[in-house]
């Protein structure tokens, strides 16, 4: 239960992990812990991003730092090799749970490295390249709906324009993965075991290195702007820590072979990404739910312009741990409005309407940008439409 991804561009790699592990406690629940830097490094020249079985990885570790000067960057990736061979029959020998990793070794004399993944199941343990300009993305987060397409699309974008800027490509594709986990619902964090702060990595080369944060965000709603400070860093006694700046609260971040169980539950959600309402939780006995989403504008009465901004989504509710799987239905705008007119529209922002399964077809064929401000045709949908979204 994690997210670990890494999108490669030539001899350059980034790298996404996120810090949370789940552990059963005695009376077998499952208490969620934001802690673990998810990074195994072998000597110098070999790191490891790992999912799965942390006790698999945790007992592995110092057999695979014992043959490291067999290990180089010609024969990583073969499957009949050292490096696959001590994994393959630690996790035969063992009783582990499905595992996986996302890894580089560097060659300092070249100057190169080489890129690749681990799957470890059954009685098998594969290893190989990762595919060029392609993300990757392993543990519990390769669930969240289109989350693959999302970040090849926004990595394909922000390499051409941030210029060779590893930092920047990696923040926004950090973003996009944190969207589409809000996207798949807030209470996501929390059914994948994923936390909502993530580390960046950086391959550049023959360096790499994990990024240290100072984050200044701000949250913008009706209610008004919210500002949240928080940090990614060593603190002024050396330990590597995870501390929101705003109450001052920190928690020491801890390695996979010196891992200890720091007690209380703890949740580093310092943005408060996990706290919105879940579309899922609120219709628990559903299969899908509809969005109506209105937002009116009338800042702009100075230049003669008030604004209404209306769309429809679609949210099914998908996979075993119900995850929220948008579709955008339909949107528009209308600008062209009197002020009589324009005090009928409520500044509703987002309402939720269930509809029938055999009203489903006629409803999402015939929206358009033209029937979404048709309220005679969207109040046989809408429930108390004349009173929550247009007043008749």
């Not at 195994?40 to 730092?65: A, M, N, R």
């Not at 210029?163 to 993965?177: F, P, Q, T």
Request: include cysteine; charge should be negative.
């Amino acid at each position: 239960m994690t997210l670990v991804l890494t999108y490669p561009f030539g001899d350059k790699a980034i790298f996404i992990s996120d810090f949370r592990i789940r552990i059963k406690t005695g009376s077998g629940n499952v208490c969620q812990y934001d802690v673990l830097i998810k990074l195994l490094k072998i000597g110098e020249e070999i790191g490891l991003f790992v999912s799965g079985d942390s006790q698999f990885w945790e007992d592995v570790l110092p057999k695979l730092q014992a043959v490291s000067q067999e290990i180089n960057i010609e024969n990583i990736t073969d499957n009949d090799g050292t490096f696959c061979s001590v994994l393959k029959e630690t996790f035969i020998n063992g009783n582990y749970e499905f595992s996986r990793g996302l890894g580089f070794i560097i060659d300092l004399t070249t100057k190169s490295n080489c890129q690749f993944y681990i799957q470890c199941y059954n009685t098998s343990c594969d290893i190989d390249k990762t595919d060029d300009r392609k993300a990757t993305i392993f543990g519990s987060g390769d669930k969240v709906p289109q989350i693959e397409d999302r970040v090849n699309r926004v990595a394909t974008v922000l390499e051409k324009q941030c210029d060779n800027d590893l930092y920047r490509i990696a923040s926004g594709v950090r973003k996009e993965v944190i969207a589409a986990l809000k996207d798949a619902g807030a209470a996501s964090f929390e059914k994948l075991g994923i936390s909502p702060y993530m580390a960046i990595g950086i391959l550049d080369n023959d360096h790499f290195y994990i990024c240290g944060e100072h984050t200044i965000a701000h949250s913008y709603s009706e209610k008004g702007i919210v500002e949240f400070k928080h940090s990614f860093g060593r603190n002024q006694e050396n330990r590597i820590v995870l501390r929101d700046d705003k109450t001052g609260e920190e928690k020491e971040v801890q390695s996979i072979d010196k891992f200890s169980i720091p007690g209380e539950r703890y949740v580093f959600d310092p943005q408060q990404l996990s706290q919105d309402s879940d579309p899922s939780l609120l219709y628990p006995d559903d299969d899908a739910v509809y969005l109506f989403h209105q937002w009116c504008v009338s800042e702009m009465e100075l230049l003669g312009l008030r604004v209404v901004y209306r769309s429809v989504q679609k949210i099914e509710f998908v996979t075993k741990d119900r995850l929220c799987e948008r579709t955008i239905l339909s949107q528009g705008i209308k600008d062209d409005i009197d002020n009589a007119e324009f005090d009928k529209y409520i500044d509703s922002r987002d309402v939720y309407f269930l509809v029938a399964f055999g009203q489903r077809v006629g409803l999402e064929t015939k929206l358009s940008d033209v029937t979404i401000f048709d309220h005679k045709f969207l109040s046989k949908y809408i429930k108390n439409y004349h009173n929550l979204i247009y007043k008749n």
